[in-house]
């Protein structure tokens, strides 16, 4: 049982949690139902035609619903290992791969500042204090079971993190792009992927990815470039 929040206009969704209440479909507050389903991932096929509900908080999907869909899709069919989400911003991508993590009994680890970008240049195309709009807290409250790296990757990156199957890049600096296959590349599993964001739109997420992944290609469903690693 999840307590879901939603939007109602265009059935993204804001948030779920486990719940206890046995009643099927109960409303328990603006935005909110608690609704019944078999695994995580359903309830993304079942909130998008529900539109009768109001919700006070949303949080941004900046691939929009069918673009995380398609993520999560990808992550479900990553070899055995851990999840790694690289920018957790409000937890608008976090929240499909948490629903996959709890489904296959992955580890996801989720690594942000919390508080925004902590540096920008004009080399990586954003500025200190982006995305600033968000919290440790507000996104605990979402996905209460990840594992946080609270502050700048890879200084956060810890020795638990191993045997990565998937990573999802998005932390749009230079340096932290950078990081991933300088600190993370050598803790992958065979056949593991990561989704590099923003390639088109920032300058220095495009220069890491070409410097360090050259062969990586685009992937049109969730218009990200992937890399997979060999054996």
């Not at 206009?9 to 507050?29: A, C, K, L, R, V």
């Not at 359903?42 to 998008?48: A, G, N, S, W």
């Not at 680890?109 to 995305?131: A, C, K, Q």
């Amino acid at each position: 049982m999840f307590n879901i929040q939603y939007d109602a206009g265009t059935g993204e969704i804001i948030s779920y949690q486990e719940g206890n209440d046995p009643t099927h479909e109960s409303e328990i507050g603006a935005g909110c139902k608690l609704l019944i389903l078999p695994n995580p991932i359903d309830l993304y096929e079942k909130i998008v035609n529900i539109h009768t509900m109001e919700i006070t908080q949303k949080p941004q999907m900046l691939i929009g619903i069918s673009g995380n869909k398609a993520l999560a899709q990808e992550a479900r069919k990553a070899p055995n290992g851990c999840i790694v989400e690289l920018g957790v911003y409000q937890g608008g991508s976090a929240i499909f791969l948490a629903a996959v993590a709890q489904e296959q009994g992955r580890a996801l680890h989720l690594f942000d500042t919390f508080s925004g970008i902590p540096d920008g240049t004009i080399e990586d195309g954003v500025d200190w204090g982006d995305f600033s709009d968000t919290s440790l807290e507000r996104v605990k409250s979402l996905i209460p079971d990840a594992v946080y790296h609270v502050g700048k990757f890879p200084d956060t990156l810890t020795d638990d993190v191993q045997e990565i199957a998937f990573i999802h890049a998005d932390c749009d600096l230079y340096g932290g792009m950078k990081a991933i296959k300088t600190q993370l590349w050598d803790r992958m599993v065979p056949g593991a992927m990561i989704f590099f964001h923003d390639y088109d739109e920032l300058t220095g997420v495009k220069k890491a990815v070409d410097e360090d992944f050259p062969d990586a290609i685009y992937h049109k469903e969730t218009r990200m470039m992937l890399v997979i690693k060999g054996a």
